[in-house]
């Protein structure tokens, strides 16, 4: 049986990304994982990820949760070095 860490260890993202898709979403963290895992395929995905993220900060802000949206902003930092949101560009 593979451990939590084991499988965060298997995604691109880190704890803190994944733990932000799981919030998001409201599903276990190792759906989060595996979802992450999918969303990194597509550059539609990697904009849903960035949404994600910032749609978390605006409802923790919203509900006065300052630590938890530094918390969120910090791990997005992260998500946008490591998967910045795809160039639009015209075909």
Do not use: W
Request: hydrophobic share 40%; net charge negative.
């Amino acid at each position: 049986m593979l451990s939590i860490q084991d499988v965060l260890d298997y995604c691109d993202l880190d704890r803190g990304e994944i733990e932000a898709i799981a919030e998001h979403e409201h599903i276990p963290i190792t759906l989060a994982a595996e979802m992450s895992e999918a969303l990194l395929c597509s550059p539609e995905g990697v904009c849903k990820l960035h949404v994600m993220f910032l749609e978390n900060m605006q409802h923790a802000f919203d509900c006065g949760n300052f630590e938890h949206v530094n918390e969120l902003a910090a791990a997005y930092q992260h998500l946008q070095r490591t998967h910045p949101l795809p160039s639009l560009s015209s075909h």
